[in-house]
């Protein structure tokens, strides 16, 4: 940068575009090398938001900085970790569309940032073995909204593996999945009468039986298939002409939580839903709350429930074992008596 020099210095006109000619050249080799940008975005009431690096969309493009959502402190033996690599990700696929002129202003944008918000959840579940929370869920089957469904639930992503016993209704029946084991089967026991009669079933998990009241099977349950589903239905869907996306901070039970609700302003058979909310829970940095909602039948309508799952007391890394998983667990009831 030049010093600061008083005018009366560059009377001489051999001076004046010597110093020009200096400048000239520093603001050329400066142009060349990797500039940065840098924006930031504040939720309402919330801290400045945290730098995260993002990987150049192509080789002769420079490195950028944006601001991605606050990121939560660690909490619950999860360890925060750094960005990965953006190339590969959703956000640089829906980036890759973009021109050049135009990608300060895509990367500022809401769909850009949902698309970093929900990356930066899955880097933080990397880091999750395991968890137990209590799981309840509402669903409309065949045009009607179910009553809610209430289970203890234990999860674990190395082998996916889940666990539900239900609180509500059918107290006290159980199910079990693995992945890659008994043959891709649920085993699962009734309470009553069904469970003398048939004791442990192995059931299809996409079987009609094991899909009774459920819009999805046991192995698309808990959080990471959430996420997984959410990255690719939002770098499918997400569209600036048909989209709107919207942040702001609520409230789940007692939990602080930012929101971000995606609608579409179009009905579209390439559109799983028209409205949904996704809550993040601020101290964790992993969805604890989702909804989503049908096309209202007028513009002036309430749009109906589809689904609606809450992942409540959420506790991680507690240490299941395989013992967690398996029907000869002393504290399960599988089996006929």
Same mark, same amino acid.
């Given at each position: 940068?030049?010093?600061?020099?008083?005018?009366?210095?560059?009377?001489?006109?051999?001076?004046?575009?010597?110093?020009?000619?200096?400048?000239?050249?520093?603001?050329?080799?400066?142009?060349?090398?990797?500039?940065?940008?840098?924006?930031?975005?504040?939720?309402?009431?919330?801290?400045?938001?945290?730098?995260?690096?993002?990987?150049?969309?192509?080789?002769?493009?420079?490195?950028?900085?944006?601001?991605?959502?606050?990121?939560?402190?660690?909490?619950?033996?999860?360890?925060?970790?750094?960005?990965?690599?953006?190339?590969?990700?959703?956000?640089?696929?829906?980036?890759?569309?973009?021109?050049?002129?135009?990608?300060?202003?895509?990367?500022?944008?809401?769909?850009?940032?949902?698309?970093?918000?929900?990356?930066?959840?899955?880097?933080?579940?990397?880091?999750?073995?395991?968890?137990?929370?209590?799981?309840?869920?509402?669903?409309?089957?065949?045009?009607?909204?179910?009553?809610?469904?209430?289970?203890?639930?234990?999860?674990?992503?190395?082998?996916?593996?889940?666990?539900?016993?239900?609180?509500?209704?059918?107290?006290?029946?159980?199910?079990?999945?693995?992945?890659?084991?008994?043959?891709?089967?649920?085993?699962?026991?009734?309470?009553?009468?069904?469970?003398?009669?048939?004791?442990?079933?192995?059931?299809?998990?996409?079987?009609?039986?094991? /899909?009774?009241?459920?819009?999805?099977?046991?192995?698309?349950?808990?959080?990471?298939?959430?996420?997984?589903?959410?990255?690719?239905?939002?770098?499918?869907?997400?569209?600036?002409?048909?989209?709107?996306?919207?942040?702001?901070?609520? /409230?789940?039970?007692?939990?602080?939580?930012?929101?971000?609700?995606?609608?579409?302003?179009?009905?579209?058979?390439?559109? /799983?839903?028209?409205?949904?909310?996704?809550?993040?829970?601020?101290?964790?940095?992993?969805?604890?709350?989702?909804?989503?909602?049908?096309?209202?039948?007028?513009?002036?309508?309430?749009?109906?429930?589809?689904?609606?799952?809450?992942?409540?007391?959420?506790?991680?890394?507690?240490?299941?074992?395989?013992?967690?998983?398996?029907?000869?667990?002393?504290?399960?009831?599988?089996?006929?008596?």
């Amino acid at each position: 940068m030049l010093p600061n020099l008083e005018m009366e210095r560059f009377k001489s006109p051999r001076r004046y575009w010597l110093v020009f000619g200096i400048a000239s050249g520093l603001a050329l080799i400066w142009t060349a090398g990797p500039g940065r940008f840098s924006a930031e975005h504040r939720e309402i009431g919330s801290s400045p938001a945290s730098t995260v690096p993002l990987s150049p969309i192509s080789d002769d493009s420079p490195s950028i900085e944006v601001s991605g959502a606050p990121r939560p402190p660690a909490v619950a033996l999860v360890e925060p970790t750094e960005s990965p690599d953006l190339v590969g990700t959703a956000a640089h696929r829906a980036l890759e569309r973009i021109s050049g002129d135009q990608l300060p202003e895509a990367l500022d944008a809401p769909i850009a940032r949902a698309l970093r918000v929900i990356e930066e959840c899955q880097e933080r579940y990397e880091r999750v073995r395991d968890y137990v929370c209590t799981l309840e869920k509402r669903e409309r089957i065949d045009g009607r909204l179910g009553t809610p469904h209430i289970m203890f639930m234990k999860a674990r992503t190395q082998p996916r593996s889940v666990y539900l016993k239900f609180r509500k209704p059918a107290a006290g029946r159980e199910a079990i999945y693995i992945e890659g084991r008994h043959d891709g089967k649920v085993l699962a026991h009734d309470v009553g009468l069904g469970r003398l009669i048939a004791g442990t079933l192995h059931l299809d998990p996409l079987g009609s039986r094991a /899909m009774s009241d459920c819009r999805h099977p046991i192995t698309e349950a808990g959080i990471g298939p959430l996420l997984e589903t959410l990255e690719a239905r939002w770098t499918a869907e997400l569209d600036a002409k048909e989209t709107n996306v919207e942040f702001c901070e609520k /409230m789940v039970g007692s939990r602080p939580c930012h929101r971000i609700t995606v609608t579409h302003s179009r009905k579209s058979p390439d559109y /799983m839903f028209y409205r949904v909310h996704l809550y993040i829970d601020d101290a964790i940095g992993l969805p604890i709350h989702f909804e989503a909602f049908d096309w209202p039948e007028a513009s002036d309508a309430e749009p109906p429930l589809v689904e609606e799952y809450s992942y409540n007391d959420l506790k991680l890394n507690v240490g299941l074992t395989e013992i967690d998983f398996d029907v000869s667990n002393s504290t399960y009831a599988f089996g006929r008596f």
